[in-house]
């Protein structure tokens, strides 16, 4: 049995694993900014609209911001593989490989969330800026640092909320989480999750409903989806009381 020496130091090495990979995807997103950055710019609503730098440090910054992104792409998967791994020895062997499936779909639901967040919600918050500065008559002069900064500040934060059902799941399998209690938590999941929505939109009922909604939808198929690996741990563990229990 390990010690809690030995546990600790096993977290080190994962993280230390997790660190790596994201160095690693850093190297490649360096590679990879140039395509990515000319893919953004060609495409609504930002094509055809000249950014400026406003420091000498913009392009490194911009290059860096990428490479953050790109990375965390990467990394992503690693560290779900490396959390798994961490907490394998405290599965069973049908728990080992039920966990390990939610690995590859940490990377799928934040590829969806990054889809939304980019053509359905960017669009109506950059669409909403822009029209108040022009019925405020300002003249119009976006620094490509702050466009990214305003896009990723978008983009980031729900592409990470939609690795929600997928942590729900994880976590019922490992039985720290369970529908009744995800139901018990409803009203302030929903609170959380509307509050996300209208930060990351602009102040109108329509916009924050229009990103509210799916969040919260999100959620309520994460409790579904609990429900549904509840009931098969329920039903493992009848079967296991009849054939072992006294």
């Known amino acids: 049995m390990m010690t809690l020496f030995d546990h600790i130091g096993e977290l080190r090495r994962r993280i230390i694993f997790v660190l790596v990979f994201l160095v690693a995807g850093m190297i490649l997103g360096l590679f990879l900014a140039d395509p990515v950055y000319n893919y953004l710019v060609s495409q609504d609503p930002v094509k055809g609209m000249k950014l400026n730098a406003f420091s000498l440090w913009d392009g490194i910054g911009l290059y860096m911001k990428f490479a953050l992104v790109i990375a965390l792409v990467f990394a992503l998967p690693a560290s779900a593989y490396q959390l798994w791994a961490f907490v394998k020895p405290a599965l069973g062997r049908r728990e080992q490989r039920a966990t390990l499936l939610f690995v590859p779909f940490v990377l799928l639901m934040f590829l969806v969330g990054l889809a939304f967040s980019y053509y359905v919600v960017f669009p109506m918050a ?9 019925h405020l008559n300002l003249e119009e002069t976006y620094g490509v640092i702050q466009y990214f900064s305003f896009l990723f500040n978008i983009l980031i934060p729900i592409s990470l909320l939609f690795e929600l ?63 549904l690996v509840y009931k098969k741990q329920l039903i493992a563990d009848q079967a296991w009381e009849e054939e072992y229990g006294t």
């Not at 950059?126 to 029209?131: I, K, L």
């Not at 019922?172 to 996300?196: E, G, H, S, W």
Request: charged share 15%; proline share 7%.
């Open 126 to 134: 950059f669409n909403f800026t822009t029209g108040v500065a022009k």
């Open 165 to 227: 059902p997928i942590v729900i799941m994880f976590l019922t399998k490992l039985r720290i989480l369970n529908p009744m209690r995800l139901k018990k938590m409803r009203k302030l999941a929903y609170f959380v999750l509307i509050i996300v929505g209208v930060v990351v939109t602009p102040p109108d009922f329509i916009s924050d409903s229009l990103v509210a909604a799916p969040l919260i939808l999100l959620y309520e198929i994460s409790v579904m989806l609990s429900s």
